[in-house]
Structure formats: structure tokens, C-alpha cells
């Protein structure tokens, strides 16, 4: 079992940025680590993956704005936004999936606000 707490959300003007933290109460280094954002009325989306070996994904509406990274050592991964817009603004969820005997194993944390503007 992983708890997830997502923090270092808020208001930013538009071309600001926010870096996002997600701590997980255990050891994170056989999960795949990702954010998600959801907009009111919309369907939860993905934001972002990083896998156990670094290897990262992202949705081509952040890709080249957006930075995911984790910290095996700390339990903690990041999610590093530049250059954010309006249509940025969600709720940005921190996910850990761990595929365990032919099971996938699928947490979530409690979400952090992003509202971006003016």
C-alpha cells in the first residue's frame, strides 16, 4: 500500500510556472510514477509518466513545458511546469502503479488545484 500527497499547487498568471511535489509514505522504486490533471467537466487525463528507470512520457500538450522527475531515494516525484496557460488549469492528481503478480496495483493521491490567471 502507497499513500500519495500531492502539494505546491496554487494561482499563477499565465507564462509562470509551479513546480508540484507528490510524497509517497512507501518505498516507490518498482512503481511507474505519473501525474494526472483533470479540468471541471472534463475526463481525468494524463500528464505525465516516469518509469523505474527514468524513462519519461509526456501528453503532446506539455511536452517541452513540463518536467517529470522522482527521487527514488526521497519517495518523492516532481512535476516541473513552465510556460503555463488557462488551459492548464486542473486538478493534478500524483498516480503510482506497481504491476504485481499479473495485478496492477493503482494509487492515487488526493489531488492538488492548479489555476492559472490573469
Known amino acids: 500500500q502507497v499513500r500519495l500527497v500531492e502539494s505546491g499547487g496554487g494561482l499563477v498568471q499565465p507564462g509562470g510556472s509551479l513546480r508540484l511535489s507528490c510524497a509517497a509514505s512507501g518505498n516507490i522504486f518498482r512503481h511507474i510514477m505519473g501525474w494526472y490533471r483533470q479540468a471541471p467537466g472534463k475526463r481525468r487525463e494524463l500528464v505525465a509518466t516516469v518509469s523505474t528507470g527514468g524513462n519519461t512520457n509526456y501528453a503532446d500538450l506539455v511536452k517541452g513545458r513540463f518536467t517529470i522527475s522522482r527521487d527514488n531515494a526521497e519517495n518523492t516525484v516532481y512535476l516541473q511546469m513552465n510556460s503555463l496557460q488557462p488551459e492548464d488549469t486542473a486538478v493534478y492528481y500524483c498516480?503510482?502503479?506497481?504491476?504485481?503478480?499479473?495485478?496492477?496495483?493503482?494509487?492515487w493521491g488526493q489531488g492538488t488545484q492548479v489555476t492559472v490567471s490573469s
Open positions: 498516480n503510482a502503479k506497481l504491476l504485481l503478480y499479473d495485478v496492477m496495483n493503482d494509487y
